[in-house]
């Protein structure tokens, strides 16, 4: 693992294996770098770089009370990119990591950056007339208050216990010291500030390729928004994996290796 000290103060742990132009790992909400164990090991057989971020408040990084918003994280994402001299990079974000480079990109544009995977990430979350692809049951109704406490059940997509066998792989790839994700209660701000985020412009006017990619049975909202997401990028495709929950790199992880990997070729 490398630190990497961001520009208020703050050490951020990369992971980094193999050789090779670098794809850089962005995790979701709770979740640790770690949790790309399966996309590393692809990568690195490939003939790529792999660097994995732990996000402030997340894995081993600093869990700081402040800046605790997607503007600040983004910023965050750039630092580790200027600190480790990383050029000509491919971004990789899962869920919250997805918004995370979004709003890098809208800070800082795309200098250092040649392509952008978005995985199960709508880039509205409150939906609308114009927007039915957000959270389930989220709207302008209960804006304020549905994650008040955290990212609540939908009861919708994959089964949970259909996500067991996957979990129970990943775990003991991991070895007998992983556990799984859980919120750290001061990122409360950060999942209700990345709620009320419309990443719509940016992912449009972004100049590099955009892959979005949906999981068919995802628990928090429609697989369609991959597609209705990169409409006005003309750069941008969607592929929708099938079988397949919200965290599409661990219910699918052959399935996403193989769609992440076909994009980096093209490129």
């Not at 994402?77 to 918004?99: C, F, I, K, P």
Request: charged content about 20%; glycine content about 12%; aromatic content about 8%.
């Amino acid at each position: 693992m490398t630190a990497v000290s961001t520009s208020d103060g703050i050490s951020l742990e990369v992971g980094e294996a193999g050789e090779g132009p670098a794809v850089v790992l962005i995790a979701g909400y709770s979740a640790p770098a770690s949790t790309w164990v399966f996309q590393t090991d692809a990568l690195v057989s490939a003939g790529y770089r792999a660097v994995s971020l732990d996000r402030r408040s997340h894995g081993r990084s600093d869990a700081p009370w402040f800046g605790q918003r997607m503007a600040r994280h983004g910023k965050d994402l750039h630092d580790v990119l200027v600190g480790l001299d990383l050029t000509e990079v491919v971004l990789v974000g899962g869920s919250m990591g997805a918004s995370t480079i979004w709003a890098c990109l809208d800070l800082f544009g795309t200098d250092r950056v040649r392509g952008v995977v978005s995985v199960d990430q709508t880039p509205r979350m409150r939906n609308g007339v114009d927007w039915p692809y957000g959270f389930y049951g989220f709207d302008d109704g209960n804006a304020g208050t549905l994650f008040a406490d955290g990212v609540p059940d939908t009861g919708r997509g994959r089964a949970l216990d259909r996500s067991s066998e996957a979990v129970g792989r990943l775990l003991a790839r991991l070895g007998p010291e992983a556990g799984l994700p859980t919120p750290r209660p001061e990122t409360l701000p950060l999942l209700r500030d990345h709620a009320q985020q419309d990443w719509r412009d940016v992912i449009a006017r972004t100049e590099v390729p955009v892959l979005m990619v949906g999981a068919r049975d995802s628990q928090v909202w429609p697989c369609e928004h991959a597609e209705a997401a990169v409409r006005d990028n003309r750069s941008g495709w969607a592929v929708v994996l099938e079988d397949c929950g919200h965290a599409a790199n661990i219910d699918q992880p052959d399935a996403f290796n193989a769609a992440m990997l076909a994009f980096l070729g093209d490129l």
